[in-house]
């Protein structure tokens, strides 16, 4: 009895599809592999990151000399106070527990902005203050900032960037770990400014009785500075914030009439701030 090998098809081992369109997908793969890992490494450590105590991350804070980034406290013991003052009203109004604390400064600079950072470090610049004609007006942005220290917000956002960071220094990325130090002062997401917002809003009721003039600033922001569109930002449009935060007065029946605006205290317009 004679036996043959049964002859081999001829591309057998070849695939029906193109190399390069093979490399493109295995590339595709392994990329949206290492964009999941490092993705579900940010969430968790910035979830985890709210246990820490709060005393690390203020001592983290004095180790980076956040404190230092504004230099005219001290020349203004007055407006300081005052500014202290309406921060300490503002966190016991928003539940801060026994650990929890904020230190505002005051930055002399011509852009409009504040900012809250690790250690309950918290900046309002002159420029922006200028613009404001209400104490609520004051007190919104500053409840804004403080409610971003009452969620954990800056040190949730440093846990998760420094963790993606490390594992790209891990890959070989070696900027990396030079990075790390300023993640504390990174934007928050739109999740985060919309938790600050309503929490902020919330605040000034429960400390004034209504939120009159509470949205004077973000109206007048939507009139000063064109904005990219949302999808290319981390912020929601101001206009957004302005909607959401509206049908949330509407919902709670808070009071927006004009005639309960406090004015602007005098002690925050020195020589240094009044035009």
């Given amino acids: 009895m004679s036996y043959e090998n049964p002859k081999i098809p ?5 695939s029906k599809q193109q190399p390069l369109l093979e490399f493109v997908q295995l590339t595709v793969m392994v990329f949206g592999g290492i964009a999941l890992v490092l993705a579900l490494l940010m969430v968790s450590a910035g979830y985890l990151a709210k246990f820490l105590p709060f005393s690390w991350e203020v001592r983290l ?4 000399r956040l404190e230092q980034l504004s230099d005219s406290d001290e020349h203004y013991p007055l407006r300081q106070q005052a500014l202290q003052q309406l921060s300490d009203t503002l966190t016991a109004a928003m539940d801060f527990n026994d650990t929890l604390s904020v230190s505002p400064h005051w930055l002399e600079s011509e852009q409009m902005n504040a900012f809250a950072t690790l250690g ?4 309002l610049f002159s420029e922006l203050v200028k613009k404001l004609d209400s104490e ?3 007190a919104m942005v500053l409840a804004h900032e403080i409610a971003h220290v009452r969620l954990r917000h800056p040190i949730r956002n440093l846990a998760g960037g420094a963790t993606v960071q490390l594992a790209l220094a891990l890959l070989g990325n070696q900027q990396g770990l030079n990075s790390v130090g300023a993640l504390g002062v990174m ?3 739109r999740r985060q400014e919309q938790e600050a917002d309503i929490l902020a809003l919330t605040t000034v009721q429960r400390v004034y009785g209504n939120v009159s003039g509470a949205l004077d600033f973000y109206q007048q922001m939507t009139v ?3 904005e990219p569109p949302e999808w ?3 912020h929601p449009a101001t206009a957004d914030r302005i909607k959401i935060l509206t049908e949330l007065i509407r919902e709670r029946h808070w009071l927006v009439e004009n005639e309960l605006k406090l004015p602007m205290p005098d002690v925050y317009f020195s020589e ?4």
């Fill in 272 to 275: 240094s701030t009044r035009k």
């Fill in 136 to 138: 609520q007006a004051l």
């Fill in 224 to 226: 000063l500075h064109a």
């Fill in 232 to 234: 290319l930002s981390t």
């Fill in 120 to 123: 309950g470090q918290v900046f």
């Fill in 61 to 64: 804070a004095h180790n980076l």
């Fill in 10 to 14: 001829e591309g057998i081992n070849v």
């Fill in 187 to 189: 934007g928050y997401s």
